[in-house]
């Protein structure tokens, strides 16, 4: 059967399911305004959806269906995703219709040995380029983050899933057309998957990277010139992200003068003690367990990104809390991966208020800067931190889009190289307890409750850019930290202006955020084995308003957008006598209307099967021959909770 038919098309409104929050409890869904006449698109099974239609129905990928062949045995991981939409026309004889293999390797040992490559543009008219990442594993291997470069610029961010014994096999389809500016050039490109093979860990990846150059006309305006915010190792063959905060992130760039808008966007996630950022608690508070369950985490559990221009503060990105798949427990991952795990989007700063300075002829400094959170004052607050744990893997680009003329070089009006004014505010409030068991002296409890609020506004003659941003964490830690919850709430708000020569305000784009997370987890050890029980119930909800249209890294298409990503489940593991098992049950409902259409779905996945949409009965029944072995070296490792000690 093919995928067209588990589709419905239909005109008028579309319901759309409650959400999920607090792990398990429904709230009543938000009444929004629904546009009406419009061509809506039901997709019952993400999998059929997502899968059979990327791998499948690919009409120009006869890799990809050969390594389908060769792998049909194997578990087949996705990410909930609208699928893209702008295949190019076989039909189409005018430019471009062309496949190019950029690149199929094996990533086995391969930490600090990235793949390398050259890159040569087609010989042909394009603006299209979709790309495949083609991925399959087979044996026991972390979650392992993935970044690729053109050049010294980032341009893709993914993770791995964790292989099972019988292998794994994933394909994730993206549109990569707002880069055109650097697939129209030669580029060195450098694929860096650190990896690790050895007696425990087995599992090397296997990636297949193609892209698909087309032309469809496409009236969606791309950047003219896209530089980078990196190390800058290319010319050394190596990959080019900062790792703060060993790094000092910063780099200096000559801006066009005939430049007339500049965004920033910034690709930034944790790792090691810094990948469960937001179950993280205050400095001050890491050794309430030291003598029982061991050290946690510090720096609390908040996180701004903060981008500077010659040392002005010039925007923040308080981050979407990435969960990857070997994070909390495996079973909720499998074969359904989290949020944005396969793309991790860019969140984006308009720059425009700063272009009549840097497009003076002059080199001016970019600088990328992660902070937390430290410890209360007696008032209750808290300034940022001047730095974070180890570690966070970081690069920006700044797309420059040109004029024809000069746009701020005028005799008539002299101050438009005057600086633009600069206002922010931040404030902080912070709760924290804890409670000590009255015989052994021993901490038993820690509780705290974190809000952070920030506004900040940057002001030109030519141009505005705002933010306003709200955060909260209410977390606890009991059990001597064997049991801990986290409810995290983070809202914000993004506006570009763009002022007339007659002071006329025009919005030229805004983003709403919202990011829900509500994790629950549980351990226990014993010298035999461990166990963890968790729940979880996570959302990235978020609109986009432009009236320019072109291409968004942070919302992955171009033109307005709404969307709505909402996970919950359960998940459980457990190991003893050398055996391992691991239970799942996970549903996503997810809803994009982008570029004309809407994709809404349901899915529900149980111990590694996708179950399907509404109406499944449950399948919750424990993996008793198949084992599951964990891809960390211990349990707090998976949690967060600590270095800690690791454990058979």
């Given at each position: 059967m093919?995928?067209?038919?588990?589709?419905?098309?239909?005109?008028?409104d579309?319901?759309?399911?409650?959400t999920?929050?607090?792990?398990?409890?429904?709230?009543?869904?938000i009444?929004?305004?629904?546009?009406?006449?419009?061509?809506?698109?039901?997709f019952i099974?993400?999998l059929?959806a997502?899968?059979?239609?990327?791998?499948?129905?690919?009409?120009?990928?006869?890799?990809?269906?050969?390594?389908?062949?060769?792998?049909?045995?194997?578990l087949r991981?996705?990410?909930?995703?609208?699928p893209?939409?702008?295949?190019p026309?076989?039909d189409?004889?005018?430019?471009?219709?062309?496949?190019?293999?950029?690149?199929?390797?094996?990533?086995?040992?391969?930490?600090?040995h990235?793949?390398?490559?050259?890159?040569?543009?087609?010989?042909?008219?394009?603006?299209?380029?979709?790309?495949?990442?083609?991925?399959?594993?087979?044996?026991?291997?972390?979650?392992?983050?993935a970044?690729?470069?053109?050049?010294?610029?980032?341009?893709?961010?993914?993770?791995?899933?964790e292989?099972?014994?019988?292998?794994?096999?994933?394909t994730?389809?993206?549109?990569?057309?707002?880069?055109?500016?650097?697939?129209t050039?030669?580029?060195?490109?450098?694929?860096?998957?650190?990896?690790?093979?050895?007696?425990?860990?087995?599992?090397?990846?296997?990636?297949?990277?193609?892209?698909?150059?087309?032309?469809?006309?496409?009236?969606?305006?791309?950047?003219?010139?896209?530089?980078?915010?990196?190390?800058?190792?290319?010319?050394?063959?190596?990959?080019?992200a900062?790792?703060?905060?060993?790094?000092?992130?910063t780099?200096?760039?000559?801006i066009?003068?005939?430049?007339?808008?500049?965004?920033?966007?910034?690709?930034a996630?944790?790792?090691?003690?810094?990948?469960?950022?937001?179950?993280?608690v205050?400095?001050?508070?890491?050794?309430?367990f030291n003598?029982?369950?061991?050290?946690?985490?510090?720096?609390?559990?908040?996180?701004?990104?903060?981008?500077?221009?010659?040392?002005?503060?010039?925007?923040?990105?308080?981050?979407?809390?990435?969960?990857?798949?070997?994070g909390?427990?495996?079973?909720?991952?499998?074969?359904?991966?989290?949020?944005d795990?396969?793309?991790?989007?860019?969140?984006e700063?308009?720059?425009?208020?700063?272009?009549?300075?840097?497009?003076?002829?002059?080199?001016?400094?970019?600088?990328?800067?992660?902070?937390?959170?430290?410890?209360?004052?007696?008032?209750?607050?808290?300034?940022?931190?001047?730095?974070v744990?180890?570690?966070?893997?970081?690069?920006?680009?700044?797309f420059?889009?040109?004029?024809?003329?000069?746009?701020?070089?005028s005799?008539?009006?002299p101050?438009?190289?005057?600086?633009p004014?600069?206002?922010?505010?931040?404030?902080?409030?912070?709760?924290?307890?804890?409670?000590?068991?009255?015989?052994?002296?021993?901490?038993?409890?820690?509780?705290?409750?974190i809000?952070?609020?920030?506004?900040?506004?940057?002001f030109?003659?030519?141009?505005?850019w705002?933010?306003?941003?709200?955060?909260?964490?209410?977390?606890?830690?009991s059990?001597?930290?064997?049991?801990?919850?986290?409810?995290q709430?983070?809202?914000?708000?993004?506006t570009?202006?763009?002022l007339t020569?007659?002071?006329?305000?025009?919005?030229?784009?805004?983003?709403?955020?919202y990011?829900?997370?509500?994790?629950?987890?549980?351990?226990?050890?014993s010298?035999?084995?461990l166990e963890?029980?968790?729940?979880?119930?996570?959302?990235?909800?978020?609109?986009f308003?432009?009236?320019?249209?072109?291409?968004?890294?942070?919302?992955?298409?171009?033109?307005?957008?709404?969307?709505?990503?909402?996970?919950?489940?359960?998940?459980?593991?457990?190991?003893?006598?050398?055996?391992?098992?691991?239970?799942?049950?996970?549903?996503?409902?997810?809803?994009?209307?982008?570029?004309?259409t809407?994709?809404?779905?349901?899915?529900?996945?149980?111990?590694?099967?996708?179950?399907?949409?509404?109406g499944?009965?449950?399948?919750?029944?424990?993996?008793?021959?198949?084992?599951?072995?964990?891809?960390?070296?211990?349990?707090?490792?998976?949690?967060?909770?600590?270095?800690?000690?690791?454990?058979?």
């Amino acid at each position: 059967m093919d995928a067209k038919d588990y589709i419905i098309r239909f005109e008028g409104d579309v319901k759309r399911p409650d959400t999920i929050s607090k792990c398990g409890r429904i709230n009543p869904q938000i009444p929004r305004e629904r546009p009406s006449h419009r061509t809506v698109m039901i997709f019952i099974f993400a999998l059929l959806a997502t899968l059979l239609f990327a791998f499948a129905r690919s009409p120009y990928s006869p890799t990809i269906k050969g390594a389908l062949q060769q792998y049909d045995n194997q578990l087949r991981c996705f990410q909930v995703h609208k699928p893209v939409t702008n295949v190019p026309d076989e039909d189409k004889r005018d430019g471009c219709n062309l496949e190019v293999l950029l690149m199929r390797h094996e990533f086995g040992f391969s930490y600090g040995h990235p793949f390398v490559g050259n890159y040569v543009p087609p010989p042909c008219d394009f603006d299209t380029v979709i790309m495949n990442l083609t991925v399959t594993s087979k044996g026991r291997q972390f979650d392992r983050l993935a970044l690729m470069f053109l050049g010294d610029t980032e341009v893709f961010r993914t993770s791995t899933a964790e292989p099972t014994a019988n292998g794994i096999i994933w394909t994730y389809m993206k549109d990569m057309s707002m880069y055109k500016a650097l697939w129209t050039e030669p580029q060195k490109l450098i694929f860096d998957l650190g990896n690790l093979i050895n007696d425990i860990y087995t599992g090397p990846f296997d990636v297949t990277l193609t892209a698909t150059f087309s032309l469809g006309f496409n009236e969606v305006r791309t950047a003219d010139v896209i530089l980078p915010i990196s190390a800058q190792r290319s010319a050394a063959d190596s990959p080019s992200a900062f790792s703060l905060p060993k790094d000092n992130a910063t780099v200096a760039h000559t801006i066009p003068d005939t430049a007339s808008r500049a965004i920033v966007s910034i690709s930034a996630c944790g790792q090691s003690t810094e990948e469960f950022w937001f179950s993280n608690v205050l400095s001050s508070d890491t050794n309430t367990f030291n003598e029982t369950t061991g050290p946690l985490n510090g720096y609390s559990p908040f996180r701004e990104v903060q981008l500077f221009i010659d040392d002005q503060l010039a925007g923040v990105v308080w981050p979407f809390p990435i969960i990857f798949t070997g994070g909390i427990a495996p079973g909720f991952w499998r074969p359904m991966v989290g949020i944005d795990a396969f793309d991790l989007r860019e969140p984006e700063i308009d720059i425009s208020p700063f272009l009549p300075i840097l497009t003076d002829g002059r080199a001016h400094s970019f600088r990328i800067n992660v902070v937390g959170l430290g410890d209360p004052k007696y008032d209750g607050t808290a300034e940022l931190s001047n730095q974070v744990g180890s570690y966070w893997v970081v690069t920006g680009k700044v797309f420059v889009y040109l004029d024809k003329e000069p746009t701020f070089l005028s005799a008539d009006i002299p101050d438009r190289r005057i600086s633009p004014t600069i206002s922010t505010d931040f404030s902080s409030n912070i709760l924290h307890e804890w409670v000590q068991n009255p015989e052994t002296g021993a901490n038993e409890t820690l509780s705290y409750n974190i809000r952070v609020s920030r506004s900040l506004t940057v002001f030109s003659r030519s141009s505005e850019w705002s933010q306003k941003l709200t955060f909260s964490n209410a977390g606890s830690l009991s059990s001597q930290g064997l049991v801990q919850v986290n409810e995290q709430h983070t809202y914000s708000t993004s506006t570009a202006s763009a002022l007339t020569d007659d002071d006329e305000r025009v919005t030229v784009s805004e983003t709403t955020n919202y990011y829900p997370l509500d994790v629950f987890s549980e351990y226990n050890t014993s010298s035999g084995g461990l166990e963890i029980e968790a729940s979880l119930s996570r959302g990235l909800h978020y609109t986009f308003y432009s009236d320019i249209d072109i291409y968004s890294p942070y919302t992955l298409t171009s033109g307005p957008l709404k969307f709505d990503a909402t996970q919950a489940g359960e998940a459980a593991y457990m190991s003893a006598d050398n055996r391992s098992f691991s239970t799942g049950d996970t549903t996503e409902y997810f809803e994009e209307d982008s570029r004309g259409t809407l994709f809404i779905t349901r899915v529900r996945a149980v111990n590694g099967s996708v179950v399907g949409g509404d109406g499944i009965p449950p399948a919750f029944n424990l993996l008793e021959n198949q084992d599951v072995p964990l891809g960390r070296d211990s349990v707090r490792a998976i949690l967060g909770r600590g270095p800690g000690k690791s454990l058979p």
